[in-house]
């Protein structure tokens, strides 16, 4: 069973950065279209940003032009870079595939915008 271990978040001021990881526990990428979502409390999960097999990225909406998804196949890792935070993007975040059957979603990490 594959494990991710998401990290990185924390506790930011509106317009600040942070940068999440998710580190795979065998190397998924080659296979996978991986995908950052968030659930804000009382919210349904919410897909974030997203990288397919070939390195092609989307974003949500809200969050394009501020947040950035990239990987490191070497490394099992993929990022998200989160620019211009602002409350909204309070949330706790996961990765995840987007195909099912999903991998063990872990406990996520929280991030928390205010000032």
């Known amino acids: 069973q594959v494990q991710l271990v998401v990290s990185g978040g924390g506790l930011v001021q509106p317009g600040g950065s942070l940068r999440l990881s998710c580190v795979a526990s065998e190397n998924i990428f080659n296979f996978n279209t991986i995908v950052w979502y968030r659930q804000a409390p009382g919210e349904q999960r919410e897909l974030v940003a997203s990288?397919?097999?070939?390195?092609?990225?989307k974003y949500s909406d809200s969050v394009k032009g501020r947040f950035t998804i990239f990987r490191n196949g070497a490394e099992k890792t993929v990022w998200l870079q989160m620019s211009s935070l602002n409350p909204e993007d309070t949330a706790v975040y996961y990765c995840n595939r987007v195909t099912f059957p999903r991998f063990s979603w872990g406990q996520g990490t929280q991030v928390t915008v205010s000032s």
């Open positions: 990288i397919n097999v070939g390195g092609v990225t």
